[in-house]
């Protein structure tokens, strides 16, 4: 059994479902105060949009967008004690609109960490999550470090220029360090020299001096995530194509699921939560590489101790894939109370 020292995994990451209303309103109930929030709009076509303390409210990148960063006054404009402040945006606050956020606690704007050979402006580092935003300046170093502030290594980065039209970069343990996938489309993984062929370690990760990771003048966030125990897991799995499809261990019961094929290109990735309507049996799913709506047909499965594919489709049940999930429930906590599934 998996046991964990994070028995409230809610106080580290929690999804929070709203209805918009077209105006200003603070939407509550997180129990904690939030440090990164990506929105989506389940209910009207509208871009992905990720807010965190790195970058500062009001200031939005787009998970299924190329496009740089813009400050929007109507967009997040504050965090509170239990939640989040947005204003008319009607891509996150669409009247009468269904809206997923998903919200991680970090550790405020956080301070510039010197780790690296690059000092970041700030690293927002939660080291018993395992969880960072970063936000760095380029400096055309091939082989440059920039300090991720976990102490510990990280499994999944993923990383935009925010200053230029540039495709995200993702870098996961199970592609290894020359090869990458791009968040914003559906295309599989590729070689890619980005992170100059150097894995991160507990306190760096590497990157080139293109213009997607570390050109000199341009302004760049980074979200680094690490294996905890009983918390979050990063790995993949190989699809067996049947409807009674592939188990997947992670030692708790997820809250969330972002997965993504990686061996061939025109698969969407895909997020799962444990907060919307049709949980189990029928889990809706959003795709971050589009703009669309939710998605209803069934997936998979959320259970005490992972996942379970229940599709012979070849978007999430075809080819070799790779994820990263974060708990609602440890299987068994510090306090020895197990995971129910629902």
């Not at 606050?93 to 956080?110: A, D, E, T």
């Not at 960490?113 to 580092?125: D, L, R």
């Not at 080139?208 to 966030?221: A, H, K, L, M």
């Not at 005490?304 to 489709?313: A, D, I, W």
Request: proline residues 3%; hydrophobic residues 35%.
């Amino acid at each position: 059994m998996a046991y964990t020292t994070i028995s409230k995994s809610s106080l580290q990451f929690n999804n929070k479902l709203y209805t918009g209303n077209g105006g200003t309103t603070t939407v509550s109930g997180i129990p904690f105060q939030p440090d990164m929030t990506w929105i989506k709009n389940r209910s009207a076509t509208g871009d992905n949009e990720i807010y965190d303390k790195v970058r500062g409210a009001t200031y939005r990148v787009y998970p299924n967008a190329a496009a740089a960063q813009d400050a929007l006054a109507q967009g997040l404009q504050a965090w509170t004690s239990d939640g989040f402040r947005v204003g008319t945006n009607s891509a996150i606050n669409g009247n009468g609109n269904k809206i997923v956020s998903w919200n991680w606690k970090l550790n405020g704007q956080g301070s510039s960490n010197t780790a690296g050979s690059i000092n970041t402006t700030y690293t927002s580092a939660n080291t018993t999550s395992g969880c960072s935003a970063v936000k760095y300046n380029g400096a055309s170093s091939a082989g440059a470090t920039v300090g991720h502030g976990l102490g510990k290594v990280p499994k999944m980065i993923i990383v935009k220029n925010i200053l230029a039209g540039e495709a995200w970069q993702v870098y996961h343990a199970a592609l290894g360090n020359t090869k990458a996938l791009l968040l914003n489309t559906s295309g599989g993984s590729a070689t890619t020299t980005v992170w100059s062929n150097g894995s991160p370690n507990a306190n760096t990760f590497t990157i080139n001096s293109s213009g997607q990771i570390g050109q000199t003048g341009g302004t760049y966030v980074a979200y680094c995530f690490a294996d905890i125990t009983g918390f979050s897991k990063i790995g993949s799995y190989a699809a067996n194509g049947n409807a009674d499809g592939p188990f997947v261990y992670t030692g708790f019961k997820p809250a969330f699921i972002i997965l993504k094929q990686y061996n061939t290109n025109g698969s969407n990735w895909f997020i799962f939560d444990d907060k919307r309507a049709g949980y189990n049996v029928e889990n809706y799913y959003l795709s971050p590489d589009t703009n669309g709506t939710e998605g209803t047909t069934d997936k998979l499965d959320i259970l005490s101790n992972g996942f379970k594919l229940r599709t012979s489709g070849s978007d999430v049940n075809g080819g070799d894939f790779i994820y990263m999930a974060f708990a609602e429930a440890p299987l068994v906590g510090s306090n020895n109370t197990p995971a129910t599934a629902q």
